[in-house]
């Protein structure tokens, strides 16, 4: 029998835990424990003489491994369902014929069972040779040498020799697979345990790989039998991780070799938060493996998060400060004190020459709750004044309004884990496969397993009509009608009783529920009234509102298609009208769950740094909470808002607003109207830039401070569903400061002073001066993994589902969603409509995953186009087009399409040169600002030379790069 010691520890109090150098949560354990962990009622069994008490349903493998009894096993794994094909994991159980495999029999209340004996011994050890004598004995040379379960097992069944040799027909000489940048697949190594391809379908849900062949002749095959890379495989990394031997393999490992130590930390890319363990070689990043215990991902990933992070090591790294007195001039590297001192006389010239609001902040999304805060604080006690803005404005700032308004809090209601107690879910304006992924995985397990789908977006998404999973309703409304469709969705349930009057009653205001009663139930907002508006025919508008009344727990989820709409804060309203009228509010499987597009959009927002808010969302007019912050800061706080960002831009034009200090957001390429974006930069005196790359927005800077990777980070980050987790720095900062320091030091050299000593002491501050955070601490989250917000006295372990019971503002207001038409109008000059979003292999605007071999799978934005409309312009796949609004112009080439309806065009915004955003206009959000970028009346013709914008471009970006290269020059000189 072989024992080991489990390694979850037991859990400690907070403050006798907390290690600033601490790489791993408490209770880490890596133990594979074979079989999904059950809930059930307690089973007493007996293993190897000892009783071993475990839930129902639980296997007997993994009964033994939590007992210390380690099974051999090659097949099985704790992420996936039994398969029980290795036949290594025998066992012998009293009263039974046979040897069972363990992995595959429930325990039974009883049950005697021996996992060590002569025989099965005898039995493993042929079942070993079998495997052994179709595979290259090349242990010493192969990059899994000390990785390998196959090897493994050879020692843990005892075999010492093999007596098939390899005379007759073998695999070993069968081509390796190299054609994904990331990882490699070598057939020869191969045992068949399907772990790989259950892991594609199970985990992923992409159902790319399967097993070709018959018999002797079977092996894993990607499609039929295609190269990886031209087959639907979405390199998520889910079969490499599950993969027993080298048969699939990281190319980092075989380049590295195998890690020496680990630290576990957190995505930096989209709004899930997925936590992953950095394999480390020293200061080298070998793997980036999804954290199985990570609360938002389960041990999934996607392509981004799980291979492309080389970019923090990337020789376009700036890595030292820079200044320079104007943007024509080259850079000039300088020591950090000559940079702070540099930038801090500038900024005060500036407001001592055109006043206290003439400048300010913009904090990042990308980086840590700790530095965002430290950003606004700056802002706020530094500059004296509230103009501080974040990239929530462009993106998901209607989420925060309408959200407030109707149910009191800014934030998402659910887990991410909730989808798997949906029975109806409804995706609206978000590609969950492509922004998402890692969540669109465990919802399209949801939905194989019967749960109802909606989705209501102007393109067929992959959720349309994908692999084992199609929509019941897909609601094809046209770009700027969301509110329409919405609207007609609740005069349905309101006209056909489908209301849920007992929560209603319960749970809301019954003034503004009576008000809106009435209004919805007008014939204007019937889905025949509204169908010419939105394109969407009535009959669908009114199944969908039906089976999302009626279909059992409703869930929404939904994105920037949505929010970035002349109407979004009105459509966020309408959803939450939606889902309290339905009941649909407070409990797991249901709730309105908003999709942020990057890692801590939410933590930016949590940390007040928006120009009205305080840190947890307190007006800053609110003499209570402002004063508690004046004590805390020892400073006054002005109690005007500050300027938002569209409003900083259009006061740098007129004159006002002469200073910006920008950490982590390349503003130039991600918000709308390019070119009025740049005007407003030239129009300013000084720019700080702090990232990690000369990005667009740093061609227009005066001071550069250099950034800093997530994985030179110690801090935190707030995904999507409130979940605080911790990211850990598994490297020492490439420039030599942190992003936290950095700011500090600014700060310092502007005089006011802050003297922190670590994140962790910014985390306590936030804290102590932020009601939902109250309970919140680097200790408390080593303790419990992660915490959802609101965490404090009334929840010391956070609250996963908001609203249970009542909703955070007392009872829920609902609110009239008018559907007012975009100003953007399809005209005979602009006929067509363009909307935008992402792409799976791309981030945001791409400075990251465009350094990374990310390149391979999408290396240029283009421009979906409809058959039809391509037919009538002359324009064929492939061909380069011109894409032309009242805003601007510019040129993609072509892909025709028919996942776009006729009338709309729609593209990515992933890389400079395209010019998304050149063509997306100034129209915003009514109550926010949020930018239109979804909705833009465009012409397209075909072209054969760039845009007039774009050629301008290439000249300035080829005079930025020259002026950044003589500062190498310069440099050397010296």
């Known amino acids: 029998m072989q024992v080991v010691e489990t390694r979850r520890s037991q859990p400690q109090s907070p403050e006798a835990s907390y290690d600033p150098a601490r790489m791993l949560p408490l209770g880490y354990d890596d133990t594979d424990y074979g079989t999904p962990k059950r809930e059930g009622a307690a089973v007493t069994l007996?293993?190897?003489?000892?009783?071993?008490?475990?839930?129902?349903?639980?296997?007997?493998?993994?009964?033994?491994?939590?007992?210390?009894?380690?099974?051999?096993?090659?097949?099985?794994?704790?992420?996936?369902?039994?398969?029980?094909?290795?036949?290594?994991?025998?066992?012998?159980?009293?009263?039974?014929?046979?040897?069972?495999?363990?992995?595959?029999?429930?325990?039974?209340?009883?049950?005697?069972?021996?996992?060590?004996?002569?025989?099965?011994?005898?039995?493993?050890?042929?079942v070993m040779e079998l495997y052994i004598s179709d595979h290259p004995l090349d242990c010493l040379t192969c990059p899994a040498n000390g990785d390998c379960e196959l090897q493994d097992m050879a020692g843990a069944v005892g075999l010492r020799e093999v007596r098939y040799g390899y005379q007759g027909q073998n695999h070993l000489k069968d081509a390796a697979d190299e054609s994904n940048p990331y990882f490699m697949y070598d057939p020869s190594k191969c045992i068949v345990c399907n772990r790989c391809v259950r892991a594609c379908e199970?985990?992923?849900?992409?159902?790319?790989?399967?097993?070709?062949?018959?018999?002797?002749?079977?092996?894993?095959?990607?499609?039929?039998?295609?190269?990886?890379?031209?087959?639907?495989?979405?390199?998520?990394?889910?079969?490499?991780?599950?993969?027993?031997?080298?048969?699939?393999?990281?190319?980092?490992?075989?380049?590295?070799?195998?890690?020496?130590?680990?630290?576990?930390?957190?995505?930096?890319?989209?709004?899930?938060?997925?936590?992953?363990?950095?394999?480390?070689?020293?200061?080298?990043?070998?793997?980036?493996?999804?954290?199985?215990?990570?609360?938002?991902?389960?041990?999934?990933?996607?392509?981004?998060?799980?291979?492309?992070?080389?970019?923090?090591?990337?020789?376009?790294?700036?890595?030292?400060?820079?200044?320079?007195?104007?943007?024509?001039?080259?850079?000039?590297?300088?020591?950090?004190e000559e940079a702070f001192s540099y930038g801090a006389r500038r900024m005060r010239e500036l407001q001592a020459k055109y006043?206290?609001?003439?400048?300010?902040?913009?904090?990042?999304?990308?980086?840590?709750?700790?530095?965002?805060?430290?950003?606004?604080?700056?802002?706020?006690?530094?500059?004296?004044?509230?103009?501080?803005?974040?990239?929530?404005?462009?993106?998901?700032?209607?989420?925060?309004?309408?959200?407030?308004?109707?149910?009191?809090?800014s934030a998402g209601t659910q887990t991410f884990k909730s989808v798997e107690k949906s029975d109806v879910i409804v995706v609206i304006g978000a590609n969950p496969t492509e922004g998402h992924p890692v969540f669109a995985s465990r919802m399209k397990r949801r939905l194989r397993q019967g749960a109802k789908l909606i989705v209501v977006d102007p393109r067929r998404i992959d959720l349309v009509d994908g692999v084992h999973v199609k929509t019941d309703y897909h609601l094809q409304l046209r770009p700027g009608t969301n509110v329409a469709v919405l609207t007609a969705m609740a005069h349905v349930i309101v006209t056909e009783a489908l209301v849920n009057e007992a929560f209603v009653a319960e749970r809301c205001e019954d003034k503004s529920f009576q008000q809106w009663r009435e209004f919805v139930a007008r014939e204007e907002n019937s889905p025949e009234a509204l169908e010419a508006a939105s394109g969407v025919?009535?009959?669908?508008?009114?199944?969908?509102?039906?089976?999302?009344?009626?279909?059992?727990?409703?869930?929404?989820?939904?994105?920037?298609?949505?929010?970035?709409?002349?109407?979004?804060?009105?459509?966020?309203?309408?959803?939450?009208?939606?889902?309290?009228?339905?009941?649909?509010?407070?409990?797991?499987?249901?709730?309105?769950?908003?999709?942020?597009?990057?890692?801590?959009?939410?933590?930016?927002?949590?940390?007040?740094?928006?120009?009205?808010?305080?840190?947890?969302?307190?007006?800053?007019?609110?003499?209570?909470?402002?004063?508690?912050?004046?004590?805390?800061?020892?400073?006054?706080?002005?109690?005007?808002?500050?300027?938002?960002?569209?409003?900083?831009f259009d006061a740098a034009l007129s004159g006002t607003f002469k200073g910006l200090y920008c950490q982590g957001e390349d503003i130039v390429q991600s918000d709308p109207d390019t070119q009025h974006v740049a005007g407003a930069l030239s129009a300013m005196e000084c720019i700080i830039v702090q990232d990690?790359?000369?990005?667009?927005?740093?061609?227009?800077?005066?001071?550069?401070?250099?950034?800093?990777?997530?994985?030179?980070?110690?801090?935190?980050?707030?995904?999507?569903?409130?979940?605080?987790?911790?990211?850990?720095?598994?490297?020492?900062?490439?420039?030599?400061?942190?992003?936290?320091?950095?700011?500090?030091?600014?700060?310092?050299?502007?005089?006011?002073?802050?003297?922190?000593?670590?994140?962790?002491?910014?985390?306590d501050e936030i804290a102590q001066l932020t009601?939902?955070?109250?309970?919140?601490?680097?200790?408390?989250?080593?303790?419990?993994?992660?915490?959802?917000?609101?965490?404090?006295?009334?929840?010391?372990?956070?609250?996963?589902?908001?609203?249970?019971?009542?909703?955070?503002?007392?009872?829920?207001?609902?609110?009239?969603?008018?559907?007012?038409?975009?100003?953007?109008?399809?005209?005979?000059?602009?006929?067509?409509?363009?909307?935008?979003?992402?792409?799976?292999?791309?981030?945001n605007v791409g400075a990251q995953t465009r350094r990374t071999e990310n390149v391979r799978f999408y290396d240029e934005d283009r421009l979906e186009i409809h058959p039809h409309d391509?037919?009538?312009?002359?324009?064929?796949?492939?061909?380069?087009?011109?894409?032309?609004?009242?805003?601007?112009?510019?040129?993609?080439?072509?892909?025709?399409?028919?996942?776009?309806?006729?009338?709309?065009?729609?593209?990515?915004?992933?890389?400079?040169?395209?010019?998304?955003?050149?063509?997306?206009t100034d129209s915003s959000d009514w109550a926010t600002n949020c930018p239109e970028y979804k909705v833009t009346a465009v012409q397209v013709t075909p072209v054969e030379q760039p845009s007039q914008w774009q050629r301008a471009y290439q000249s300035f970006n080829q005079t930025q790069e020259r002026l950044y290269e003589e500062r190498a020059t310069t440099a050397a000189a010296k």
């Open 46 to 126: 007996t293993i190897d003489g000892r009783e071993v008490t475990v839930a129902a349903g639980t296997s007997v493998m993994r009964a033994a491994t939590e007992a210390g009894v380690i099974v051999p096993k090659l097949c099985a794994t704790d992420s996936l369902e039994a398969w029980g094909s290795c036949r290594l994991c025998l066992v012998e159980i009293e009263g039974r014929k046979g040897y069972p495999a363990s992995c595959t029999t429930p325990v039974e209340a009883g049950m005697k069972v021996v996992t060590q004996s002569p025989k099965l011994a005898e039995l493993r050890r042929g």
């Open 202 to 336: 199970d985990i992923q849900g992409t159902f790319a790989l399967t097993i070709s062949g018959r018999g002797f002749g079977s092996r894993v095959s990607a499609g039929q039998d295609q190269p990886f890379m031209q087959s639907e495989c979405v390199s998520c990394g889910a079969c490499v991780q599950a993969c027993p031997t080298s048969t699939l393999q990281e190319k980092s490992i075989i380049q590295f070799g195998q890690p020496d130590h680990k630290v576990v930390t957190t995505c930096a890319y989209c709004g899930v938060g997925c936590a992953f363990e950095a394999q480390m070689k020293g200061s080298q990043v070998v793997r980036m493996e999804p954290y199985k215990d990570g609360h938002a991902n389960e041990g999934h990933a996607c392509i981004k998060g799980r291979f492309a992070w080389g970019y923090a090591t990337h020789r376009d790294r700036v890595l030292k400060p820079m200044i320079r007195d104007q943007i024509s001039d080259p850079w000039r590297e300088v020591s950090w």
């Open 355 to 409: 006043g206290r609001d003439s400048i300010g902040g913009i904090t990042s999304s990308r980086c840590t709750n700790e530095e965002t805060y430290l950003v606004q604080k700056l802002v706020r006690a530094a500059f004296g004044n509230n103009n501080t803005d974040t990239c929530a404005r462009v993106c998901h700032s209607p989420t925060g309004y309408g959200l407030k308004q109707t149910m009191g809090e």
């Open 537 to 648: 025919p009535a009959a669908k508008v009114r199944g969908a509102a039906r089976l999302y009344a009626t279909g059992g727990n409703g869930a929404i989820y939904y994105g920037l298609g949505v929010t970035e709409h002349a109407q979004g804060s009105t459509a966020v309203m309408a959803i939450a009208n939606l889902a309290m009228a339905t009941g649909n509010i407070g409990r797991e499987g249901v709730g309105v769950n908003p999709l942020r597009g990057q890692n801590n959009v939410q933590g930016s927002c949590d940390m007040g740094s928006f120009p009205h808010e305080l840190p947890g969302y307190r007006h800053v007019s609110d003499t209570t909470a402002r004063t508690l912050f004046e004590q805390a800061w020892n400073v006054q706080i002005s109690p005007e808002p500050g300027l938002r960002i569209p409003n900083m």
């Open 692 to 763: 990690i790359f000369l990005n667009e927005t740093a061609k227009y800077a005066h001071v550069f401070l250099p950034g800093s990777s997530f994985l030179e980070k110690d801090g935190t980050f707030t995904n999507a569903e409130r979940r605080i987790s911790r990211v850990r720095k598994v490297m020492e900062p490439l420039p030599g400061l942190a992003d936290w320091e950095v700011t500090q030091r600014l700060s310092n050299e502007l005089g006011y002073p802050m003297n922190y000593a670590h994140p962790a002491q910014i985390m």
């Open 771 to 843: 009601p939902t955070f109250h309970g919140v601490s680097f200790a408390k989250i080593d303790e419990l993994g992660s915490i959802q917000w609101p965490c404090n006295e009334e929840h010391p372990d956070g609250t996963p589902i908001m609203h249970v019971g009542e909703f955070v503002r007392g009872k829920g207001r609902f609110l009239l969603t008018k559907y007012v038409p975009s100003d953007e109008k399809v005209t005979r000059k602009y006929p067509l409509l363009l909307t935008t979003g992402r792409i799976l292999s791309q981030y």
């Open 870 to 920: 391509g037919e009538e312009r002359g324009i064929r796949d492939g061909d380069w087009v011109g894409i032309e609004s009242r805003a601007g112009q510019t040129v993609l080439r072509a892909t025709v399409t028919e996942r776009v309806a006729p009338g709309v065009v729609y593209t990515t915004f992933h890389f400079p040169e395209s010019g998304a955003n050149v063509i997306t």
